[in-house]
């Protein structure tokens, strides 16, 4: 498509999903203003009408990360109703399976380039309605009396660590398939013993120690 072919809006678009395309092939020290427009095929120019650098850019790319974690969370909040820990579970393995199914996006949203640099207003928003999903499913709980009344931030932040840590065990392969709770430490999982990704059951057994806690 050349730049003639190109709306203002499906630019930026595109801009971003190139960005993404060539972190995932190259990594992140590799993306530049000047390699978009070359890829894309768009003037040195074209790319600065959309982002004033490479900061605003992964600012950018991070902010349309929350933007699709949130729809994903809020979905789990609107079509589903009825047992609002089943609900919380739920938004946990959504949550999961966004990191796994968009990961050079999720390091990238958590990563220490977006918390290093000014972050935009749009970014700090949308981050801030991905994390209030999970604070309206606490909320639930707390006004229905089934959990100890605790700060709900409190209780966000426990949730959040934890499927975020999960995540990133199994991005990095160290939580390796189904459970890496074949009674073997996760490195010593090897490819012939590993099965297919079971996300809800991890969610079980996580939930399950959370909720119940390991003292007598």
Not at 164 to 173: A, F, R, Y
Request: aromatic content about 6%.
């Amino acid at each position: 498509m050349t730049k003639s072919k190109y709306h203002h809006g499906n630019l930026r678009e595109k801009l971003l999903q190139t960005a993404l395309e060539i972190v995932s092939e190259e990594g992140l020290a590799k993306v530049s203003m000047r390699k978009l427009g070359e890829r894309i095929g768009v003037s040195r120019t074209a790319p600065y009408r959309h982002f004033k650098g490479k900061g605003e850019l992964l600012s950018a790319m991070a902010e349309d990360g929350f933007r699709k974690l949130t729809e994903s969370l809020k979905s789990v909040r609107n079509t589903q109703s009825g047992d609002p820990v089943a609900q919380l579970k739920n938004t946990g393995i959504a949550y999961i399976e966004f990191a796994l199914e968009n990961p050079v996006q999720y390091r990238l949203m958590f990563g220490h380039e977006i918390i290093e640099q000014d972050q935009t207003p749009e970014l700090i928003k949308a981050a801030e309605d991905a994390f209030t999903e999970l604070l309206l499913g606490v909320d639930v709980l707390l006004k229905g009396e089934l959990v100890k009344p605790i700060d709900p931030l409190i209780i966000a932040n426990t949730l959040w660590s934890q499927t975020h840590g999960i995540s990133t065990l199994l991005m990095d392969g160290q939580i390796n398939k189904s459970n890496s709770f074949l009674e073997l430490p996760a490195i010593l999982i090897t490819e012939k013993n590993r099965s297919k990704i079971n996300v809800p059951k991890i969610i079980e057994h996580v939930a399950e120690v959370l909720l119940h806690g390991i003292l007598k």
